[in-house]
C-alpha cells in the first residue's frame, strides 16, 4: 500500500466498492457518520472532528449578537473583510501554500509563528494539511476526502468525516505521517500519545492555542473600534469557517466539468479557476492545482494573487528566506503557446472568409 493510501482514516461508508467506483453515500449517512466522528463521549479520538465545530458553536453568539446590538453599515463592511478577504487569504498563505505545500521558507520562528497567528485561529494544521496531500494526489478519484462528484455534503462534512488522520499507524509509520507538520510549530505527540488520543497535535495544546489566540485578537479589536468591531470582526471569522467547507465543492465545479479553456489550464482535475475566491484569498485553484508548490498563483494580469502579496513582501523585510514561483514556467508552457495557437485559429479563419468572398 502506498504512503498516501495510510494517510486518513476511512469512513464507515469507505471511499469505492468492489468494482473501484466512487462510493456516494446518502445524506442520512454523510450525518450519521459526522455525528458519531464529533461524539467525544464515545471516544477521546473524536477531539480534533468536534473542536473545529465547537469553534463555529462558538463564533455563532457574534454574528448573532453584532447583528442585534452593533450593527451598522460600516462595521457590516470591517467583518467582510476580515472574514471575506483577512480569513479568506491566510489560509491560502498558512494553509494551503505554507504548510501544505511549503511553497516558501520562513526565515525563523518568529516569522512563522507571526503569519500562523495573523488572524482568528479556527482550523487545526493537522484537520487541513494530512487530508489535502490525499486531495492532491487522488484529486476527484475515490480516496479524495472532499471529492465534489460525490456532492456538496460530502465535501461540507469532510473535515469530520474524511478528514481525520488514520488511527491504526505502525511505530514506524507514525513519524513519517508526524513529519508532514514539522514546519507549522506544532509540538507532535509522541506514538504512545497518538495512540491514546488518535492526533498528531495533543487537545491541551489545540486548546491553548486557540484561547490564547482568541483573547488576543478580542483585545486587539475592541482596543481598535470597541467590542462594535470586536463583533463584527468575529462575525465575519464565522461566516468564513462556515463557508471555507463549501469551497471545494464550488473550486471542483459542484462535481461537473466546468473548466474553460484559456482560463483553466490544468485537465488533469476538475479545478477550476473562480473570480471571487482568486480575488479575496489568491485562490486561484486550478493554477493551484497546476503548480501546487508555487508561492504564486495568480499568474495572468487579472489575477490578484493577495496570498503572493504577502509573501512577497516578508521576502523584501527578510521574514522570508526563499519562495518558489511558477509564473514564468506556467506563461511558457501553457499561457504563450496558447496564445498563439488561438492567433493562428485566427487567422486559419480569416483567410478562409477571404477566399470565400
Known amino acids: 500500500m502506498a504512503f498516501i493510501d495510510i494517510l486518513i482514516e476511512p469512513p464507515s461508508y469507505g471511499w469505492q466498492n468492489d468494482k ?41 453568539p457574534f454574528f448573532i449578537i453584532f447583528f442585534v446590538k452593533f450593527f451598522t453599515i460600516k462595521l457590516l463592511i470591517c467583518g467582510f473583510v476580515y472574514g471575506m478577504v483577512c480569513m479568506g487569504t491566510h489560509g491560502t498563505i498558512w494553509y494551503h501554500r505554507y504548510s501544505t505545500h511549503r511553497a516558501f521558507t520562513f526565515k525563523n520562528k518568529f516569522w512563522m509563528f507571526i503569519t500562523r497567528n495573523l488572524v482568528l485561529k479556527i482550523v487545526p494544521e493537522e484537520t487541513y494539511v494530512i487530508s489535502h496531500h490525499v486531495h492532491h494526489c487522488k484529486s476527484d478519484q475515490p480516496g479524495d476526502p472532499y471529492n465534489a462528484n460525490a456532492g456538496f455534503l460530502y465535501c ?89 467547507r463549501t469551497f471545494n465543492f464550488e473550486g471542483h465545479g459542484k462535481g461537473k466539468d466546468k473548466r474553460t479553456e484559456g482560463t483553466d489550464f490544468d485537465w488533469d482535475d476538475m479545478s477550476i479557476n473562480q473570480r471571487w475566491p482568486g480575488y479575496v484569498a489568491g485562490e486561484w485553484h486550478n493554477n493551484h492545482h497546476l503548480y501546487p508548490n508555487s508561492a504564486q498563483s495568480g499568474f495572468l494580469p487579472y489575477q490578484l494573487d493577495l496570498a503572493w502579496v504577502y509573501v512577497w513582501i516578508l521576502s523584501k523585510i527578510g521574514g522570508v528566506s526563499a519562495y518558489n514561483n511558477s509564473k514564468k514556467d506556467f506563461l511558457e508552457k501553457y499561457y504563450y503557446p496558447y496564445k498563439e495557437k488561438v492567433k493562428e485559429e485566427k487567422s486559419v479563419k480569416t483567410e478562409k472568409a477571404t477566399v470565400k468572398a
Open 20 to 60: 473501484g467506483e466512487l462510493i456516494k453515500p446518502t445524506p442520512s449517512e454523510l450525518l450519521k457518520e459526522c455525528l458519531r466522528r464529533i461524539n467525544i463521549f464515545k471516544s477521546r479520538k473524536n477531539f480534533l472532528g468536534f473542536f473545529g465545530w465547537f469553534e463555529v458553536l462558538c463564533l455563532t
Open 156 to 244: 461540507f462534512l469532510a473535515d469530520t468525516n474524511h478528514q481525520r488522520i488514520a488511527q491504526t499507524l505502525s511505530k514506524e509509520d507514525y513519524p513519517r505521517v508526524a513529519a508532514l507538520l514539522k514546519d507549522t510549530g506544532i509540538v507532535p505527540n509522541s506514538y504512545e500519545q497518538y495512540l491514546y488520543w488518535g492526533s498528531i497535535a495533543h487537545p491541551a495544546r489545540v486548546i491553548a492555542n486557540w484561547i490564547l489566540n482568541w483573547s488576543f485578537w478580542f483585545g486587539v479589536f475592541y482596543l481598535m473600534g470597541g467590542l462594535g468591531l470586536a463583533f463584527a470582526c468575529f462575525a465575519g471569522a464565522a461566516v468564513w469557517a462556515v463557508g471555507i
